[in-house]
């Protein structure tokens, strides 16, 4: 089955803007028979007292509050509209953040019965200063909030974020939660910037076997999200390959995610990662 399982909308603030009616038409083309739009969920409203970096890393990480009702019209009117041609599945991608888990539980127990397929990620790690940081936003807030708390050593910082995974899949969200695990090495989009090492440690290797053993426990899968490949200072997919077959080994589910944020980046690498698995 050709599954799209991680895509964007119009809705995300960060996007393209692109219409999901035309990415879906574009996916229709290619052949996929299963589309799954997970927008960004949106932040708890008081994580702005958590977080410290720059505001665009906060503003337009997801989607808006009051954009709910639309999000769902328009998303439900194409589920429709195209079920003769694919089978679209309505969900969020769902920011895990530690301290705003009673936040987290309401929305999910609200809106979560609406949805047929998600994802669990983490954007924002605690750093500098004991606050949040947004992982994947710029260089200089990696460096700053991340980075340096660490003394530049990477390998911490990697198992530092898989620490966060583990927490994050260990955590009961409550029913209809999500159980599929977005781009377990998004820590790695600006390793070529910083020149950071490109595969994890023996220590860390520990960590994302521990990780496993969680995701296995608990019937989750894994994203194997290809918007890596396509970022400047990253150049691989999330996860790596090593983490791909070990991820095989060890029984989980891999889902292709494109995590398209415009009609160009359906089907990203779609070939190339259906011939490596």
């Known amino acids: 089955m050709k599954k799209d399982g991680h895509s964007h909308t119009e809705f995300c603030p960060h996007g393209s803007g692109d219409d999901v009616e035309l990415m879906i038409q574009k996916a229709i083309k290619f052949g996929f028979s299963e589309y799954g739009i997970t927008e960004h969920a ?8 958590d977080y410290a970096g720059a505001m665009t890393g906060l503003t337009e ?6 954009d709910l009702p639309a999000y769902f019209k328009k998303c439900q009117q194409l589920q429709a509209k195209y079920r003769g041609q694919i089978k679209i599945n309505i969900g ?19 809106y979560g019965p609406q949805t047929q397929d998600n994802v ?5 790690m605690q750093g500098a200063a004991a606050k949040f940081w947004c992982v994947d936003d710029t260089t200089a807030d990696f460096k700053k909030g991340l980075l340096d708390p660490q003394n530049g050593d990477a390998q911490a910082l990697y198992g530092q ?4 995974l583990l927490v994050a899949v260990q955590t009961d969200l409550g029913p209809h939660a999500p159980t599929r695990l977005g781009h377990m090495t998004l820590i790695k989009k600006f390793q070529d910037y910083f020149n950071l090492p490109t595969k994890f440690n023996a220590t860390n290797l520990a960590l994302v076997d521990q990780l496993f053993a969680s995701l296995k426990q608990r019937h989750f899968s894994l ?5 890596g490949l396509y970022k400047p ?3 691989e997919t999330y996860p790596y390959s090593d983490l791909i077959l070990r991820a095989q080994a060890a029984g989980i589910p891999l889902i ?8 160009a980046e359906v089907g990203h690498a779609y070939h190339q990662i259906e011939k490596f698995v």
């Open 42 to 49: 949106p932040l708890p409203p008081d994580f702005k007292h």
């Open 61 to 66: 990480a997801s989607m808006a509050l009051n």
């Open 92 to 110: 969020f991608e769902l920011d895990f953040l530690p301290t705003q888990v009673a936040w987290t539980r309401d929305f999910w127990a609200e």
């Open 120 to 124: 669990l990620s983490i954007h924002f």
């Open 161 to 164: 974020y898989l620490q966060a």
């Open 223 to 227: 994203d194997l999200n290809t918007a």
């Open 233 to 235: 200072y990253c150049n």
């Open 256 to 263: 292709y995610g494109s995590d398209a944020h415009s009609i």
